[in-house]
């Protein structure tokens, strides 16, 4: 049985575990604090029997106009608990309060370029690649900026795909 809930103060001292994976990005504790505080609906936790934590989502709401948006900033699944669709299950819930509740235009994503199993996944949810950022991870892995559109975007124009890479820092931030 799984539950998802609002990520909690206390799971970040039960969610390490989850982190060791060489993709997942891991970040420091004032990191993770910010957007538990400033974007509480976009964070959520997936346990499993024992109270384990089996993965969770890390998200926020950001952009103006028609770039407003959903952005996932980590979705990671222990190793154990993958091939159950629990990185769809907090996919769809993120996606679904950025469309319903803060009525974002899309929700995008950076990937590594090289992780063919995550690219897979995301676009099996609707997702496509909108545009490569060059050496986006550490300044040596490209990334690729995945983009799906929410129903505000009616005529899909947030992931009509860029036709040239872009650098670091030509990004837009918020």
């Not at 309060?97 to 929700?107: E, L, T």
Request: glycine residues 6%; aromatic residues 12%; contains cysteine.
């Amino acid at each position: 049985m799984t539950t998802i809930r609002r990520f909690s103060c206390n799971d970040l001292l039960r969610f390490a575990s989850v982190n060791l994976d060489h993709l997942t990005e891991t970040f420091n504790m004032s990191f993770y604090m910010t957007y538990l505080a400033r974007w509480p609906d976009y964070f959520h936790v997936a346990d499993g029997p024992g109270n384990k934590v089996m993965g969770y989502i890390m998200g926020k709401v950001e952009g103006q106009g028609e770039s407003w948006h959903g952005h996932v900033t980590a979705v990671t699944v222990a190793t154990e608990y993958r091939r159950q669709q629990l990185a769809k299950k907090l996919m769809n819930l993120l996606e679904e309060i950025s469309d319903k509740i803060d009525k974002a235009y899309f929700v995008d994503l950076f990937v590594r370029a090289s992780n063919t199993p995550a690219i897979k996944m995301y676009e099996k949810l609707g997702y496509v690649i909108y545009r490569r950022v060059l050496r986006y991870y550490s300044g040596e892995e490209d990334g690729l900026d995945m983009r799906k559109a929410l129903s505000r975007d009616v005529e899909k124009k947030s992931i009509i795909p860029l036709k040239r890479p872009i650098t670091p820092d030509e990004l837009e931030y918020d």
